[in-house]
């Protein structure tokens, strides 16, 4: 974090769009969010769920239909985006396809009327930081879409912005070009010191590029914390299966002691340690990552049977049966001894610590 770092504040912001045939259609509902300074937080959820809007009232472009918004101290609810000091990265670049590449960066800095002499070195010296040096003299349309997003992102930081958004920035990259570029986005970002605010409804860009992430549903934020945090302690059926793949394997409480709640699936029992207030005859899901469970052939676990069994040179895949769900379980690098075929009878065990019990959905 620099000096300089500002965090930024959501107060009950909504937002309502006005649409022809339904109506008022809420898009942005009641969002309470703190974003640290010098964090960079991501927004992450499904097509429609309102993370644009919210990076768009954020920005400027959009004003919310209630709520406060402040940046640093200042309230900026009702500032315009030009005076909100604010770089944007779009996800189609949005450059002017006439101008080159120094234009593209430099234009920013000549609407802040910087002068002619300090705005070539300032230009370069960006253009360096994203790996483009050299290419100023070229043309949008004679780049690769890599190097306009580096454009993009050159010209949102060129400014020195005291707030970075980014809006998908890298969906239209093929697939290994968007894991470099999160990387250097990361490491830019964390360079600068610039608090910024990351749109995507790419789970694993968000896990590895976010110093927290929200997760939002419908229009409201269902849960904030760090990769880690909503990885072990999802708050909810929707969000264990958003984030990384999950059993949710359903049990009626049978008994409850010492902190230890005892499941039973399919006549089986298993116990996990937990603070929640389980009621016995209640139906509640554990959520249990594949990786978690254990499987072998003797001693206690429930019983189960393997549905298929799918060998991926690292780790071996299987679904297993119990009772009527079927467990995905991922053993990395198994011994031969630990390898099972589809139709055997095994035993699954289940760690006791550690597992999210969630209310079963209804
Ligand atoms: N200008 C608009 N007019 C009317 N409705 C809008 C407008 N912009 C967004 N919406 C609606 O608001 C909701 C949230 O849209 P938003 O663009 O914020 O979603 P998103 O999470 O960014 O989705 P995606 O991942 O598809 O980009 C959607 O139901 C959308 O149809
Ligand atoms: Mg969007």
């Known amino acids: 974090m620099t000096q300089s770092s500002v965090g930024i504040r959501l107060e009950n912001v909504s937002a309502v769009f006005r649409h022809p045939d339904r109506g008022l259609v809420p898009a942005v509902r009641e969002i309470d969010l703190e974003v640290r300074p010098g964090e960079l937080l991501t927004l992450l959820g499904p097509s429609g769920c309102g993370k644009t809007t919210t990076l768009r009232m954020i920005a400027g472009f959009q004003e919310p239909s209630e709520g406060t918004i402040h940046i640093g101290d200042k309230d900026v609810t009702r ?23 120094f234009e593209n960066v430099a234009y920013g800095l000549r609407v802040r009327r910087m002068k002619p002499v300090e705005i070539a070195p300032a230009v370069d010296q960006v253009l360096a930081m994203v790996g483009l040096d050299g290419f100023g003299g070229r043309l ?6 890599g190097q306009q997003q580096r454009v993009a992102l050159a010209r949102a930081i060129v400014i020195r912005p005291r707030v970075l958004l980014f809006d998908e920035p890298l969906s239209n990259l093929d697939a290994k070009l968007r894991l470099q570029m ?30 927290r992430i929200a997760v939002m549903e419908d229009g409201r934020i269902s849960q904030i914390g760090t990769a880690e945090d909503l990885y072990r302690r999802p708050a909810s059926a929707f969000i264990a299966q958003f984030i990384g793949r999950a059993n949710l394997l359903a049990g009626t409480v049978v008994e409850r002691s010492d902190g230890m709640v005892t499941l039973e699936t399919a ?31 003797t001693g206690d676990g429930m019983v ?37 075929e589809a139709g055997e009878e095994v035993r699954i065990r289940f760690p006791r610590e550690g597992v999210q019990l969630l209310p079963a959905k209804r």
């Open 182 to 211: 999160r990387d250097e986005i990361r490491k830019l970002q964390k360079m600068l010191g610039t608090t910024a605010v990351y749109v995507t409804h790419d789970q694993d860009e968000a896990m590895a590029i976010s110093d």
């Open 79 to 101: 500032v315009p985006a030009n005076r909100r000091d604010i770089g944007f990265v779009f996800q189609n670049y949005a450059l002017f396809p006439h101008l080159s590449v």
């Open 304 to 340: 189960a049977k393997v549905a298929s069994s799918t060998y991926l040179g690292d780790k071996i895949e299987y679904s297993v049966i119990v009772g009527e769900d079927a467990l995905k379980i991922v053993r990395f690098d198994p011994p031969e001894a630990e390898r099972f």
């Open 140 to 145: 949008p349309s004679e780049l690769s879409g």
């Open 267 to 297: 006549g089986q029992r298993s116990a996990f340690r937990s603070a929640v207030l389980a009621v016995p005859g209640e139906t509640l899901c554990a959520v249990l990552r594949p990786e978690s469970i254990s499987i072998g052939n």
